[in-house]
């Protein structure tokens, strides 16, 4: 029998219990991803293979879920972003719903992707060069698709994301 926690999911109902320890290395390495073990064991006041080892749990746990650079889209070439709310149509809803964000999840100016409950099904980050190429993704991978009902867009001037978050400006 595998007792490895690889290929199975945490119950996302149900909360893993987090200790003062666990809690103090999520909020460092949500601050800062890139800390060393050590950096991290010293500033817990515990040694590296204790910070080592709660790492690791949390990691099997599903706590901590991974390890993300924060990239600045403009320097992307893609300085222009947006939440576009969608809205599907109901015939079919389960099947459109599942090829919906299967195919707009690996679109290449999609940084997020969120299901709803609510007025729309689906809100949707992304960026772009510009409003040309904003109507063009518009128009090709929403518009266009059977399943759409309805989109509804709103440019992001600014955002702040938790303490790691670069200005936009």
């Known amino acids: 029998m595998n007792t490895s ?3 199975r999911r945490p119950n996302p109902l149900r909360a893993p219990a987090l200790d003062p320890v666990d809690a103090q290395i999520v909020q460092l390495l949500a601050a ?3 800390m060393t073990n050590a950096e991290l064991a ?3 006041g515990v040694a590296p293979s204790t910070a080592h080892a709660r790492l690791r749990s949390l990691l099997d746990r599903g706590v901590i879920t991974g390890f993300h650079a924060s990239v600045d889209e403009r320097m992307l070439g893609a300085g222009l972003q947006a939440v576009i709310g969608v809205t599907l149509r109901p015939s079919g809803r389960r099947e459109s719903i599942v090829e919906f964000a ?3 999840r690996v679109l290449p100016q999609v940084i997020q992707v969120f299901f709803l409950g609510g007025d729309d099904d689906f809100l949707l980050h992304i960026a772009v060069a510009d409003s040309s ?3 063009e993704f518009v128009l090709e991978h929403l518009s266009a698709q059977a399943s759409v009902a309805s989109t509804r867009t709103s440019i ?3 955002y702040h994301r938790n303490s790691v978050a670069a200005s936009f400006r």
Do not use: H, N
Request: charge should be negative.
């Open 32 to 34: 800062d991803g890139r």
């Open 42 to 44: 010293a500033t817990l």
């Open 156 to 158: 992001i001037f600014d």
């Open 133 to 135: 190429e904003m109507r």
């Open 102 to 104: 299967d195919r707009v």
């Open 5 to 7: 926690s690889e290929g």
